[in-house]
């Protein structure tokens, strides 16, 4: 998969980010306090403000959320939508894997799309068509 350019591609997240992203996916755009909270409602072990405020610190210098400042509060917001950033990264992963395994994870993935059902078979057509 030459063509594809991983610099343009958002960066993986690691298991912290991606529980404040799914927060922010769903809130839209959230201070750090806002976060926190939402976190901190369902969770077993309460996460510190400083602890998501560097999260989403990383974030933004991973050009995955933007902030703006709202008098002494920071806003952020996904820059990435939700399905949006599951296909990229899906596109990064395989061609990463392609990359390093060549037609061996090709022969693979073809084993794997073999054993679908004809309807999900049909369905990956239309969505490699028009992609």
């Known amino acids: 998969m030459p063509d594809v350019d991983l610099a343009s591609l958002p960066p993986a997240l690691h298991e912290l980010e991606t529980r404040v992203m799914d927060h922010l996916w ?3 755009e959230a ?4 976060v926190m909270q939402a976190l901190n409602a369902d969770a077993s072990r ?4 400083t602890t998501i405020m560097t999260t989403l610190q990383r974030l933004d210098r991973k050009q995955v959320v933007e902030r703006r400042r709202e008098g002494k509060t920071d806003i952020y917001s996904p820059l990435w939508t939700r399905d ?10 395989v061609a990463a894997l ?3 395994y060549g ?5 693979h993935f073809a084993r794997q799309v073999g054993q679908l059902d004809a309807k999900t078979r049909a369905k990956l057509r239309r ?5």
């Open 46 to 49: 309460e996460l510190a403000y």
């Open 84 to 93: 949006a950033h599951r296909a990229a990264r899906a596109r990064a992963e």
């Open 127 to 131: 969505l490699a068509r028009d992609a």
């Open 26 to 28: 769903t809130l839209g």
């Open 98 to 100: 392609v990359d390093h």
């Open 31 to 34: 201070s750090v306090r806002e």
């Open 103 to 107: 037609d061996e994870a090709l022969v």
